[in-house]
């Protein structure tokens, strides 16, 4: 079975700090994993995907996420965050073999302090 | 390329009623997916189509929910005798394969049953 576990339904940091949000993983077989966006009232907007090809993915924004098989983790890092990136930030998975249906964890919301 | 489409944005249904939800895919994509987010939870996956077919609806509830992608037009989400347990954000996503292609979100439905 699949899942993921966000640690932190809320976190705060002032404007230029490092941004980090957790991301675990369950998978049976190697997962593809993805982080998206949601900004108030709209849809999800993907940030970036690991597919196995690099552990260390860059994504839009400035965003970047590890993959660490040994901690089942994909944390997401910015190094400088901007108001503009509060906003809810999803992690997600689904599995190599079948596909199809993305677990998603239940989401971080990101405030951001000038 | 126009993204995934949703219409309506917001729906007010009296319980009892019907709620249709249409979803757009991106052109050239044949798979979609129906998400309903909760208020403070992630996103649960409810059913995956291609066309004319329904592929996985593990996440469907067993009564009052249905869905269809006809070979032409947009797949519908219908919800029968809407109660207010269905209020919700309902969102689609498409994809041009299925497996673990990304998913490209729509910017939703929001459900309210008075």
């Known amino acids: 079975a699949q899942s993921v576990t966000q640690l932190g339904s809320h976190v705060s940091v002032s404007e230029g700090a490092l941004v980090l949000l957790r991301c675990n993983y369950s998978?049976?077989?190697?997962?593809?994993l993805f982080w998206y966006v949601q900004y108030p009232n709209q849809g999800l907007q993907l940030l970036l995907k690991y597919t196995s090809a690099a552990t260390l993915v860059k994504g839009i924004n400035g965003f970047e996420a590890e993959f660490k098989k040994s901690e089942t983790s994909f944390h997401l890092t910015k190094p400088s965050a901007h108001m503009s990136d509060a906003a809810e930030y999803f992690c997600?998975?689904?599995?190599?073999?079948?596909?199809?249906?993305?677990?998603f964890g239940t989401g971080t919301s990101l405030t951001v302090i000038p | 390329n126009a993204g995934v489409m949703q219409n309506p944005r917001h729906l007010v249904r009296r319980r009892g009623q019907e709620a249709r939800l249409r979803c757009s895919p991106m052109?050239?994509?044949?798979?979609v997916y129906w998400y309903r987010q909760l208020p403070e939870e992630g996103l649960k996956f409810m059913v995956y189509l291609q066309k004319e077919n329904i592929i996985d609806e593990s996440g469907m509830p067993k009564e009052r929910f249905s869905a269809e992608f006809p070979k032409e037009g947009p797949s519908i989400l219908r919800i029968q005798q809407v109660v207010r347990g269905d209020s919700a954000a309902y969102f689609c996503?498409?994809?041009?394969?299925?497996?673990?292609?990304?998913?490209?979100f729509g910017p939703g439905t929001r459900l309210t049953v008075l």
């Open positions: 996503a498409s994809s041009p394969g299925g497996t673990t292609d990304t998913q490209y």
């Open positions: 998978s049976s077989v190697p997962p593809y």
């Open positions: 997600a998975v689904t599995r190599s073999n079948t596909g199809n249906q993305f677990y």
């Open positions: 052109k050239g994509h044949s798979h």
